[in-house]
């Protein structure tokens, strides 16, 4: 009976088929992430870069809503993509590769920001954790999968 519990279907949470680093890591990417948006958002991104104010603009014509609306759907499509790594297939692996490299770029794309402005700007201080652990799964991602034969 427990099976059809919410206990026992976390429990079978445990029964993944990637391996526990890419789950911890990719958790971490999407809680680190909610943080970089607090910290952009705490800076007004959408006020003081160009893409930020496009994309926003994009969603609502009050850009600190549409910023949000942005943050929020991206905070959760990441949470859904880290409970997808949980299935028994491996169709989130090119979802995990996409974060990856968009974080990647993301914690350049602040840093340059940042040495050519000569200041701190939104996100600098949480880009470059999202960018070591975009590097991290990375690494991850590229190691051979070992099967278990039955």
């Given at each position: ?7 026992g ?80 297939n ?31 700007t ?29």
């Amino acid at each position: 009976m427990i099976e059809n519990s919410l206990p026992g279907l976390l429990a079978g949470l445990y029964f993944w088929r990637m391996n526990k680093p890419i789950h911890i890591t990719f958790l971490l990417i999407a809680l680190v992430q909610g943080l970089h948006s607090a910290e952009e958002f705490i800076g007004k991104l959408w006020d003081v870069f160009p893409p930020a104010t496009f994309l926003s603009g994009l969603v609502s014509a009050n850009l600190k809503t549409g910023f949000i609306i942005i943050n929020i759907s991206l905070f959760i499509v990441l949470m859904l993509t880290w409970l997808a790594t949980f299935s028994k297939n491996d169709s989130v692996r090119p979802f995990l590769w996409f974060w990856s490299i968009l974080e990647l770029i993301n914690g350049i794309g602040h840093s340059v920001w940042a040495i050519t402005e000569g200041s701190y700007t939104p996100g600098l201080a949480t880009a470059p954790v999202l960018f070591i652990l975009a590097v991290n799964m990375l690494s991850l991602l590229t190691k051979p999968v070992h099967k278990h034969a039955i």
